[in-house]
């Protein structure tokens, strides 16, 4: 163990226009207590193989933990689990239904791995912390390139902030996402996200003012993202909604009947 890293990243073959070069796998820790491997993504024989091989140069995989109940971060949990007879961890199973284990925030699993319940892109959201190295693992609550979608009403635009600002708490020397690149100037990225999210909120309290009648949420994202690729409006549109009912609920914002919407302090 002393010549392995302290971990093990495998990029599944899952590359799409939403989870960019794919999903990043994870292999934690080993000896005595076992590999722990963090979201298995996909049910592909190579890239399962891969997982095992890395998991067996640690002394065998024994507990899966997923991030969060989106497809492409548990598609090879089930696989897994029934090559080596394991578990599955994760926050909730509403979340995460093939479950066996909810994990709750701050349960601290072997090689000093530590869940922390992150909620904001989705309810059931966990992020990994190894204390030795003070490195992150992110699943979908940063991303190393770009950003992430928030989509109500799993997601919530005030939780992802309070997320955000709870790693601003923590020591961290990297962030391992779960797609791109390792994040190596991780408080500043935190910084630059939440800087980014209250920047397109004043966007669109900026637009919400200037215009002189309603507005829709997609003619919102028409004007906020003129320089995204169309084929990535209907998810910029989700966290646009996210970011409305933040503002609605603190009557910045006011939804009309007909779901277009107005400033709120300007017209009552």
């Known amino acids: 163990m002393s010549r392995l890293s302290p971990?093990?990243?495998i990029l599944a073959p899952n590359a799409s226009i939403l989870t960019g070069p794919g999903t990043t796998t994870v292999i934690v820790g080993g000896g005595v207590e076992g590999a722990t491997v963090i979201d298995p993504a996909v049910d592909d024989h190579d890239y399962l193989s891969a997982v095992?091989?890395?998991g067996?140069?640690?002394g065998r995989i024994r507990r899966i933990l997923i991030t969060h109940g989106h497809p492409?971060?548990?598609?090879?949990a089930l696989a897994l689990r029934r090559e080596l007879g394991i578990f599955i961890y994760a926050f909730s199973r509403q979340g995460v239904p093939i479950a066996d284990e909810e994990v709750p925030d701050g349960l601290l699993f072997p090689a000093g791995l530590r869940a922390i319940h992150t909620p904001g892109h989705r309810f059931d959201h966990l992020c990994f912390y190894l204390e030795q190295t003070q490195t992150l693992f992110a699943g979908d609550l940063l991303a190393g390139e770009g950003t992430v979608v928030i989509a109500p009403p799993e997601g919530d635009m005030q939780s992802?902030?309070?997320s955000l600002a709870r790693l601003q708490q923590l020591p961290l020397q990297e962030i391992v996402p779960a797609h791109g690149p390792i994040i190596t100037q991780p408080q500043q990225k935190i910084a630059d996200y939440i800087a980014h999210r209250l920047q397109r909120e004043e966007q669109i309290l900026s637009a919400l003012s200037t215009t002189d009648q309603a507005i829709s949420t997609s003619a919102l994202v028409q004007q906020m993202y003129a320089d995204l690729h169309p084929a990535l409006h209907p998810a910029a549109e989700q966290s646009v909604t996210a970011h409305l009912i933040k503002l609605a609920r603190e009557r910045r914002a006011l939804q009309q009947p007909d779901q277009t919407w107005i400033r709120w302090e300007e017209h009552n």
């Open 7 to 9: 971990y093990t990243c």
């Open 52 to 54: 095992l091989k890395a």
């Open 56 to 58: 067996e140069e640690r």
């Open 72 to 76: 492409d971060h548990m598609g090879g």
């Open 160 to 162: 992802y902030l309070d």
